[in-house]
């Protein structure tokens, strides 16, 4: 049995690493020799078998793939049709996991317990789901981490790194910043994470894509791609250049469709560099926002780390070299560091002091004591950035007499504008009647060590509490008896 | 209704330091008419077969706020309910008035990128419209002026 296994369930590509017998994480290739399996699943017309990775990216119909279904996970109401059968994002993760962990179970052995890591931005119901995906694959869960937290343990364990360091995670479909500091002695401590969601290699991917349509219409006078399948094409063409023009100064490639004949396109890397600049800005600005969350300077930070496939663009490494007037680092496999360090992280053999992602509070009327103004906001009890596991209470009062039924809504978020946080859960507790405005009920809030949110409430006055389990709404939200039948299903569904 | 939080002004201002800082912004905001190209979108992949979430409710279909809810919260109901302009400007979606300095136009800025950038992965799906619509409003005023 593979005793330390990680997993990096990834946007574009997902990779399975387990730790040595020499202490040193290694990448475990899939059953097609792949070292990153691409998170694409193609659902077969005529077959059972579901097919993951580089044949279903490549060979199947694009109307009947999924890709970058990661990007959904934190969306309780998506889910993709297939033949009239409904497959929520968990369930299409699930398939991923399944592949990663059957095939790699083959040259490692069994694989069980596994560390799987998620974007530092993901929400707690992209968590849940995430962790729903790895009960239906047969894998227990024991830990999420956040990938650039994962990644950081790699370099410090390959470069041999020590002091503030800033890791820019820029993959398929999310930015991650997180600033942290790397001990001396194996011991990590997370400043900040910060995220930015639909924000990744696809978007750039679109950009190009948008250029290579505009010359196909100059030269051809009519459009690149007229439906889904097409652009799925097109896109597959860009990101192909994409990857061209990190090495080259110039690409070309052959792009175009059956009906309007094909074309030959050319980019250079300064146009597509002024294209994408918008998105660059996006990224530097999550930069500037996490060192003002980690109270760092630019000259504090020892480190910049480079994670993720889309940091192979030139343009990616000469921001951050300008921002931080010193060299970024690469491990060179950028793609796997985050599995390793899965594994890594799966050893525990390292101190880790995560922090809580987002803020969590409760909504409320807060009273200004010195001008009266009463105003509805959200009133934060876990602050972001609290070291975890933690846990925190705050004491409000009831503002109605006679109240019977106290309802407490609780956020997520660290905007005090109500707009601005996620409402996720609802807790109501029942009272005696006849009681004053002015009673006093305790919420309390307690962060777990996978970024889970716990809640209890507590009527000060008779005792009476009730702990909530956060729960969601939506065609895409799996309950426990779904999750257990669908265990079930899995075992016996073919995926290859 | 729930609690009424009582707190000392102090830590209210504290708390409420963003909410604050984008009123005041608000208040002196001067409305230009500057058309602007569209900033490139953030956008998402087209997942074939995709049932997507149902589209945002049209807010006039928005049930109305009835008696029993509180006034201040009625009052920012009203005012969450407001969709952006538009027409507006990046500047005007920014709210950024006449004479900032570089700094104050900055901080403003970064302020703002916080707020949408969190709001980009709201549950809520008109909030995470409304979220790319104003991160591309954040960049392009930040690629005028400060860059």
Sequence with gaps: MAEFVGIDLGTTTSGLAYIRSDGNPEIVPNGDGERMTPSVVYFDPDEEVKLVGSAARDGGDPSRTIYQIKRFMDNPDYIVDIDGKMWTPTEISAIILSKLSRECSNI??????????????????????????????????????????????YYAHAKKITGNTLVYDLGGGTLDITVLDIGKYGDFEIFTSEGARHLGGANFDEIILDMIAGQYKDQRGADLYDSDAQKRRM????????????????ASETVGNDTEGISRVELTRDNFEDAVDRLLLRTEMLVEQ?????????????????????TRMPAVRELLERLFKKPALSCGNVDECVALGAALFS??????????????????????AETGEELFLNTIVINKNTPIPCSESQTYVTSEDNEQLIEVEITQGEDSDPKYVDVIGKIGLEVPAGRPAGCEITVTYAYDENQRVKVIVTDETTGKSKQVAISYNGQGVLSDEEIERKTAYFRNLQIE | MFGKFTKKAKELTQKHKLADDLRKTQAIATKKTAKVEPAPAARQVTEPNAIKRPAAPDP????????????????????????????????????????????????????????????????????????????????????RYLS
């Design chain 1, 290 to 310: 996490a060192l003002l969350s980690s109270n760092l300077t630019i000259d504090e930070v020892d480190h910049v780390v480079l994670v993720g496939g889309s």
């Design chain 2, 60 to 143: 006039e279909e928005e049930p109305e706020i009835g008696d029993d809810v509180p006034k201040a919260r009625a009052e920012w109901l009203k005012k969450a309910r407001k969709g952006l302009d538009a027409n507006a400007s990046p500047e005007q979606l920014c709210e950024l008035r006449d004479g900032m300095t570089k700094d104050e136009l900055r901080s403003h800025l970064a302020l703002l990128y916080r707020r949408h950038n969190r709001a980009a992965s709201s549950l809520d799906a008109r909030l995470r419209a409304e979220a790319d619509t104003m991160l591309n409003a954040i960049v392009e005023c930040r690629k």
């Design chain 1, 108 to 153: 490692v052995g069994d694989i069980k317990d596994v560390v799987v890591t998620v974007p530092a931005n993901f929400n707690e119901f992209a968590r849940k789901a995430t962790i729903a995906a790895g009960k239906i694959a047969g894998l227990n869960i024991k830990r999420l981490v956040n990938e650039p937290t994962a990644a950081a343990l």
């Design chain 1, 347 to 368: 050893k525990q053999s390292l101190t880790v002091h995560e922090v809580c992602n987002h803020g969590y509070g409760t909504l409320a009327l807060v009273e200004n």
């Design chain 1, 235 to 250: 896109l597959q063409e860009g990101e192909h250049l994409k990857k061209m023009l990190s090495k080259l100064r110039k």
